[in-house]
């Protein structure tokens, strides 16, 4: 919502560059989750029968013109599938809809969906990241299977403050951050809610959060244009 509100203007006036963006500390990496009596077990079986059934295997994402109905979009354009997106106001009807048969895949992040995956019923099969969750290590991920660096997606914290703040409050308020979100103990905390610790901060920052602009307001361009936004 960092970036498709600002889009959107869900709150008007909003824009990032509004505030200093201090520092990333977690990501949360979108996920293809799937039910675990599915007739495909891996994304490359998915996949094949996306392209064996177009139009036939239904997809739960979060909404036209959200962060995971771009992410679909890229896959389907990606691999030549068509899917039948069904939407839902978050991951709770997600799952549910994923439960009763109603979709046959969900898109959001593991952890989101963690109880239907320790219960045995959901099975994840590819995380849009970059290094495996800690905390689902069996999940391959984007960048293992060789997917460009833009199918990387997912939600993050990043902590803002205030466009003009002192120069000495940010270096503060970065260092302490630092030495928090760079601990064991949150490393420990954070493997438990099914999150990655993520360390950026200056330039770097700046830049991946310019691309992620950059990328997504393009692909939401073309859905304005469709009509569909």
Known sequence: AVVTGEY???????????LDLLCMITREADSFTISSDAPYKTWDEFIQYAKDHPGQVRVGDQGIGSRVYLLVTKVEQ??????????????APQREALLNGEVDCIVSSLGDFAPIIQSGDAIGILEFSEVRNPTYPD?????????????????????????GLPEDVKTKLVDSFRQAATSQEFADWAAT???????????ELLEYCNQLKENDFAALDVLKE???I
């Open 8 to 18: 959107q203007q869900i709150m008007k006036g909003y824009t990032t560059d509004n």
């Open 78 to 91: 990606y691999y030549g599938v068509q899917f039948n997106k069904i939407s839902y106001t978050s991951s």
């Open 139 to 163: 999940v391959p991920t984007a960048k293992e299977i060789g997917l460009p660096d833009e199918f990387i997606s997912g939600s993050f914290i990043i902590i803002a403050g205030p466009k």
């Open 193 to 203: 809610v099914g999150i990655t610790p993520s360390w950026m901060e200056g330039d």
């Open 226 to 228: 469709q009509g569909l």
